[in-house]
């Protein structure tokens, strides 16, 4: 890990007057990995510690990393970039006409060639539950097609909703982990109608 990024977390904690005690207990990281990327030990901070690492401090991923970021998907470390984040599902792909992004965050992409696909859709709702619960927020890889039992986005004429797919020759389900949501089941012209427009590839839940 950077030597920069390391010394700005050791300041910021001391800045804040807070024992590695203090600060394991307002994020749920150990003393011993707090301490290791203080020392720069650690390679890299995965980015769900990183979120939760940043309001311990109460500070922004930007100072931490040491990065003033503009608009878009730029680049902040190796791999790591900025996506946008909607605040509803439709919005995030184009529903509404008031469609805005409500906020960036850093992001680990894996290809960057890749990295305008994604975005960070904040749920509402318990259709998922309770693998992807109300006020938890997922990451989607945008593309048309996805493997059968995936979570992915699908959209219904104007309407987008977070489902399992399941799929057949000539028809398609879309499935809610919660129970109490029946399963929908569209066979022929109905099932044509269903667009697939994202893949779901990570979870991040709110503490």
Known sequence: MDNGIALRIASRRKELGLSYQELADRTGISKSTLQRYETGSITSIPLKKLDVLVKGLETTA????????????????????????????????????????????????????????YLWINVKGDSMAPTIEDGDRILVKKQDSVENGS?????????????????????????????????????????????????????????
């Open 151 to 207: 979570v992915a986005v699908v959209m219904i004429e104007e309407e987008a909703f977070v489902k399992k797919i399941k799929f057949g020759r000539n028809w398609i389900e879309l499935h809610s982990f919660n129970p109490y949501y029946p399963v929908r089941h569209l066979e022929n012209s109905d099932a044509e109608a269903v667009r697939i427009v994202g893949v779901v590839t990570e979870v991040s839940k709110k503490l």
């Open 62 to 117: 930007e100072n931490i990393l040491g990065r003033v970021l503009g608009e878009g998907s730029e680049i902040i470390e190796s791999n790591i970039f900025r996506v946008p984040v909607f605040n509803s599902v439709s919005a995030g792909f184009g529903c509404y006409a008031d469609s805005q992004v409500v906020s960036y965050l850093p992001t680990y992409i894996e290809n960057m060639s890749d990295r305008e696909d």
